[in-house]
């Protein structure tokens, strides 16, 4: 049994319960201890770092003080937790630190979540305990923006062409293809005051996606996951289009992969329900 | 003809190292090579792009600047930063544009849902040091009339069957979760610039 803290954030409590729920039946098929970070607080977000950097920093440096009294490596699933983390932890551990409220040494690691499960370690359990092969889903990884950007917060060694979540599904049996547009924006939290600009970037996604012959996208970050999913109907709608693209969590298609998918459980907490997709291919 | 070219332009060389200082972030070392432009993915929306506001940086033209649109619609997707040859945080650069703009009183959060949105957000966290979706969605809605403006551009059906699907799917708890020492999330709030 291998133990991290676990630092859900805020929409993993909320509009991402699904994802949480998802990551919590994985961490256990994983032989992975997740323990939730004790009275942990909102990163800040968007919001904090646009309209002021100490405090940005401080939110983030709270949590992190509680990472490492609690002292385990603290597991981040959303990218954006992870980049704020990652950002107070440098700025803390920098020469200007004594600028701020909150004090981090460094003694843990933060980690983002498809990273750890990516690596060596977790890929060979993954590898040892699968029992379904995912051949049919013809997946696209959409990594986004802040797991990787920039390199010098989050020490990414392949911020422009990622590939770990690609090999991690090549081990589910599912037929990764290559695209270009890995780590494009998908607009993230413009989605409440500027969905104009949200629905613009997406569109670009989906075509993208389809032209390279994908039938899904695979996501890390609930925020891509939102913004590819919640809106594909009226994206549809506006650019008069005819767009599936089931939007699914990895962590998902690691539980379809292991075999834990129960007969009669739908993955269905999504707006665009993968059923058809997954009956098509023999998963469902 | 877009009246931002024609309007006199107040000139204000104090203003670089006043951002420099500030941010820390060394803006005078670009050398205008347009890369953060080219890879910018939203210069579709901007009044100018990346390249233009570090120009106008450059000239002392912080009006051209801080008036922007640009500093508003920035993802902070950090394209720009991780690509500029001479390691200029540009999405840095552009918060701090954002955080002086709202300094000098320049945005009005009524007419610039982006503040707003932050500004929303902000106040949840202040409240509970969480943010709890279904709070901060109405607090939003019910700022500065964005609920009737909603209604009156025929898209608050929208956000209404959304959190309707979100809510069968069990994705939309009713009952908010906060931090137990909120003392310690006030004494961060008053350590705010």
Redesign the interface.
């Known amino acids: 049994m291998t133990e991290v803290s676990f630092y859900p954030g805020?929409?993993l409590?909320?509009?991402?319960?699904?994802y949480r729920d998802s990551i919590e039946r994985v961490a256990d098929l994983l032989d992975l201890q997740l323990q939730e970070l004790e009275?942990?607080?909102?990163c800040?977000?968007?919001?904090?770092?646009?309209?002021?950097?100490?405090?940005a920093v401080?939110?983030a440096g709270?949590t992190l003080a509680l990472a490492e009294t609690a002292g385990k490596d603290l597991l981040v699933p959303c990218a954006l937790c992870f980049n704020r983390l990652k950002t107070a932890a440098k700025k803390l551990q920098g020469d200007?630190e004594q600028l701020y409220?909150?004090r981090f040494d460094g003694k843990i690691q933060i980690f983002d979540l498809l990273d750890y499960l990516s690596r060596p370690f977790m890929l060979k359990r993954v590898r040892d305990r699968r029992r379904v092969a995912l051949s049919g889903l013809r997946p696209v990884c959409y990594y986004g923006?802040?797991v990787n950007?920039?390199?010098k917060i989050t020490d990414s060694e392949q911020?422009e062409n990622p590939t770990n979540m690609d090999r991690l599904l090549t081990e589910l049996g599912a037929e990764v293809l290559d695209w270009p547009f890995k780590?494009?924006?998908c607009?993230?939290?413009?989605a409440?005051?500027?969905p104009?600009?949200v629905f613009?970037?997406v569109d670009k996604l989906y075509r993208r996606a389809l032209a390279e012959g994908a039938n899904c996208i695979v996501v890390s970050c609930q925020m891509c996951q939102a913004n590819l999913d919640?809106y594909q109907d009226?994206i549809n709608r506006q650019f008069q289009r005819d767009v599936y693209l089931p939007i699914f969590y990895f962590t998902e298609l690691i539980e379809l992969a292991l075999g834990a998918v129960a007969p009669g459980r739908k993955l269905?907490?999504h707006?665009v329900d993968p059923t058809a997709l997954l009956s098509a291919v023999g998963l469902a | 003809m877009d009246e931002s070219l024609t309007a006199p332009v107040q000139i204000d060389f104090d203003f670089l190292p006043q951002v420099e200082r500030g941010s820390?972030i060394q803006a005078s070392v670009c050398y205008q090579c347009r890369k953060c432009s080219n890879g910018c993915?939203?210069t579709?929306?901007m009044d100018h792009p990346p390249d233009r506001i570090l120009r106008f940086l450059l000239l002392g033209q912080a009006d051209q600047a801080l008036h922007s649109r640009t500093i508003w619609?920035c993802?902070?997707?950090?394209?720009c930063?991780?690509r500029c040859p001479n390691g200029i945080?540009i999405a840095g650069l552009m918060?701090?544009l954002?955080?002086e703009a709202?300094r000098r009183g320049i945005p009005d959060p009524s007419g610039n849902?982006?503040l707003?949105?932050?500004?929303c957000?902000?106040d949840?966290?202040r409240r509970r040091?969480?943010?709890?979706?279904?709070s901060f969605?109405n607090a939003?809605l019910l700022s500065h009339g964005v609920w009737w403006r909603k209604i009156l551009a025929g898209t608050l059906i929208?956000d209404l069957r959304?959190g309707w699907?979100?809510w069968k799917?069990?994705?939309?708890?009713i009952v908010p979760?906060g931090?137990?020492?909120q003392a310690?999330?006030e004494?961060?709030?008053a350590?705010?610039?």
């Open positions: 805020c929409s409590d909320g509009t991402a319960k699904d009275d942990w607080n909102c800040g977000a968007t919001a904090a770092h646009s309209l002021d950097e100490r405090l401080n939110l709270r200007q409220e909150t923006c802040m950007r920039p390199p911020w780590t494009d924006c607009g993230a939290s413009h409440i005051a500027r104009d600009l613009t970037l919640l009226q269905d907490r707006l | 820390g993915p939203l579709f929306a619609v993802s902070s997707c950090e394209t930063t991780t945080d918060d701090y954002k955080q709202c849902r982006s707003a949105v932050h500004q957000f902000l949840q966290i040091g969480r943010v709890h979706e279904g969605m939003y929208h959304l699907a979100l799917r069990g994705r939309l708890p979760r931090v137990a020492d310690e999330i004494r961060l709030f350590a705010k610039d």
